[in-house]
């Protein structure tokens, strides 16, 4: 059978779990936390990161850092993950559904200034499938209203906006380690603080309201309890185990990407040739080898491929449903039709993708695909 996904596995996990243990600080902050840390900072200039256990965390941390208050208003894309619209609704905020691009499920920019009131804190945009959204249009429009951005970049790892890495453009983002993700280490995630005034109280409220950083650093002699916080950091084992898939990561990535080039180069012809769209990449953007998706012509046709991959035993999968008719959020929902969002929910289907895979398999069978 070929999974949906497999996770990555460099071989060196179980090597840097073992020294950490032999470190004797299993708890979070210590060498493999500040390593990875390190690693992002150095590598892709983000000004600051902290590991977190989720992506989801992250996200928490950016609306607590946000200062969102009950009846504040965040527009965010409906064509997402759950947590990406939760992390915020937690603190009292309204959720303004925006709709995807015609071309690509990230965020409409264009969708965006029609919602802004004077009651909007934030936007959060999506870098789908680690493809960018357009983020000069979306800064742009953050600063002439005085918005803060928030990049959800749970899945774009080493991926880049007109030269500029993702997560490197808002003023926090989320990334994601979910053993789903590109670099994974089961659950896990981090932030990034890009804007300076954050830093700070980022720390103490990843520390659960504590200056105990600061303490450790020797720059107070003791810590207290100094603001709200929770238990954001993951322990040293979490992060030995990611900083050994981080060692690897231009491996994954290429390996990654000639998968998505692959079906890409196989299956356009027999796509256009069933009305089926495969991903389009804005000429801002790049593509981190993260997903490979086919847009169907209908949800029947989609449900036909599924079954038909499922009968050679093949695995692929449809992703989110527009969050905006969630049993949670209808009611909730400010009125106007998402019909992009509906789109991809009733059209996008994800092929296998993993490091591993080769994918021939995949690929003959759905050439054999032809009602
Ligand atoms: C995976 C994902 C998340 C959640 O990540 P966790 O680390 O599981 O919390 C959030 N947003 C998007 C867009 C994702 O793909």
Request: aromatic share 12%.
């Amino acid at each position: 059978m070929i999974p949906f996904n497999k996770p990555y596995i460099s071989g060196n996990e179980l090597l840097y779990i073992r020294d950490a243990i032999a470190k004797g600080k299993i708890s979070g902050n210590g060498y493999y936390t500040k390593k990875c840390q390190s690693y992002f900072e150095d590598r892709f200039g983000f000004h600051k990161v902290l590991l977190t256990t989720s992506c989801t965390d992250a996200l928490e941390m950016a609306a607590l850092l946000l200062d969102i208050q009950e009846g504040d208003e965040v527009i965010v894309p409906s064509y997402t993950f759950v947590s990406t619209a939760n992390a915020f609704v937690l603190r009292g905020a309204k959720i303004v559904f925006a709709d995807s691009r015609e071309d690509h499920p990230g965020i409409d920019e264009k969708a965006i200034e029609s919602l802004i009131t004077p009651k909007t804190k934030a936007i959060v945009v999506v870098h789908y499938a680690g493809v960018a959204c357009d983020m000069d249009t979306i800064m742009d429009l953050a600063n002439k209203h005085g918005l803060f951005v928030v990049e959800d970049a749970a899945q774009a790892v080493q991926s880049f906006y007109k030269g500029k890495p993702l997560g490197s453009i808002g003023h926090l983002s989320a990334f994601s380690f979910h053993e789903t993700k590109n670099i994974q280490c089961g659950e896990g995630g981090m932030l990034v603080i890009n804007d300076e005034q954050f830093a700070a109280r980022a720390e103490i409220i990843w520390e659960k309201g504590t200056n105990r950083s600061a303490f450790f650093r020797g720059e107070i002699d003791k810590y207290g309890w100094v603001d709200v916080g929770s238990s954001f950091l993951p322990s040293e084992l979490n992060a030995a185990y990611l900083y050994a898939q981080l060692e690897e990561m231009e491996d994954i990535q290429e390996k990654r990407a000639q998968i998505c080039q692959e079906y890409k180069e196989a299956l356009s012809g027999w796509a256009e040739g069933l009305g089926i769209q495969i991903p389009f990449i804005p000429e801002f953007a790049t593509q981190n080898g993260h997903m490979f998706y086919l847009l169907c012509k209908d949800v029947a046709q989609r449900s036909s491929i599924i079954a038909h991959l499922k009968s050679k035993d093949i695995l692929s999968v449809f992703h989110y449903l527009s969050l905006h008719k969630s049993d949670f959020f209808r009611e909730k929902h400010h009125g106007p039709e998402l019909p992009q969002s509906d789109r991809y929910t009733n059209t996008l289907l994800r092929l296998p993708l993993f490091y591993e895979l080769d994918p021939k398999a995949v690929i003959s069978a759905l050439l054999a695909y032809d009602s």
